[in-house]
């Protein structure tokens, strides 16, 4: 059975790992330039936004974003909303508690939806890719990113020169137990939802799976 909310007790200890890991921060940045490349202005739905820093991160790089984190810890949410706060862009984001299979917004409500490292907490990512379809305004699109278990060898001993041994140790073997997806569950999960996506594919972005459709 899988947890979908991170527990309240341990989402501070969440919040820190993140904010300090270089790892996490770099995946956040890069994200947050690839949807700043391609969208210029809009409604954007962070699903899965624990301490809300991609929210954050988009935000700092825009300020013609309207954005909203959901996250189904109460206390990931509080944790979220003092973090804008503290980044000064509390005024600009929204973080609310909601599940990503029932999402309390209006049909073609955002431009974009993004969830980064969220996807395998998901009890059924069918329906929740449903949702975000129908969420989602004519042409909007979602990108949905989580580790990815199977990479190469050639993408570990990269990440292993750029992070060094003992964070990749971490990240590479500790951290994706847990937190991952490999490619065929990731094909498997594009053809197993019901949503008429104009378009979707997969992208490898090292030890990142990226799934993108297109409304």
């Known amino acids: 059975m899988k947890i979908e909310a991170i527990p309240n007790l341990v989402s501070p200890v969440y919040s820190f790992i993140a904010q300090k890991s270089p790892c996490i921060k770099d995946i956040y940045k890069e994200v947050a330039d690839e949807i700043c490349s391609k969208l210029s202005s809009g409604r954007i739905l962070d699903i899965g936004t624990g301490p809300g820093y991609l929210p954050i991160e988009i935000a700092r790089r825009s300020s013609a974003f309207e954005i909203v984190g959901i996250d189904l810890s109460p206390r990931m949410v509080e944790i979220a909303n003092n973090n804008a706060q503290g980044a000064g862009l509390s005024g600009r984001i929204k973080f609310k508690l909601a599940n990503a299979g ?9 431009d974009l939806i993004v969830s980064t490292l969220s996807l395998h907490h998901w009890s059924d990512p069918a329906r929740c890719i449903n949702e975000i379809y129908r969420v989602l305004k004519k042409n909007g699109e979602a990108y949905i ?30 951290v994706r137990l847990h937190s991952s997806i490999t490619l065929k569950e990731a094909e498997k999960l594009l053809s197993s939802h019901k949503a008429g996506f104009s378009k979707q594919d997969i992208q490898e972005k090292e030890i990142l799976l990226g799934l993108h459709m297109l409304k």
């Open 145 to 174: 990113y989580d580790l990815r278990r199977d990479t190469p060898e050639e993408v570990n001993a990269s990440f292993r020169t750029r992070y060094g041994w003992f964070l990749s140790f971490l990240f590479l073997k500790i």
């Open 102 to 110: 029932s999402l309390p917004f209006e049909d073609g409500y955002f």
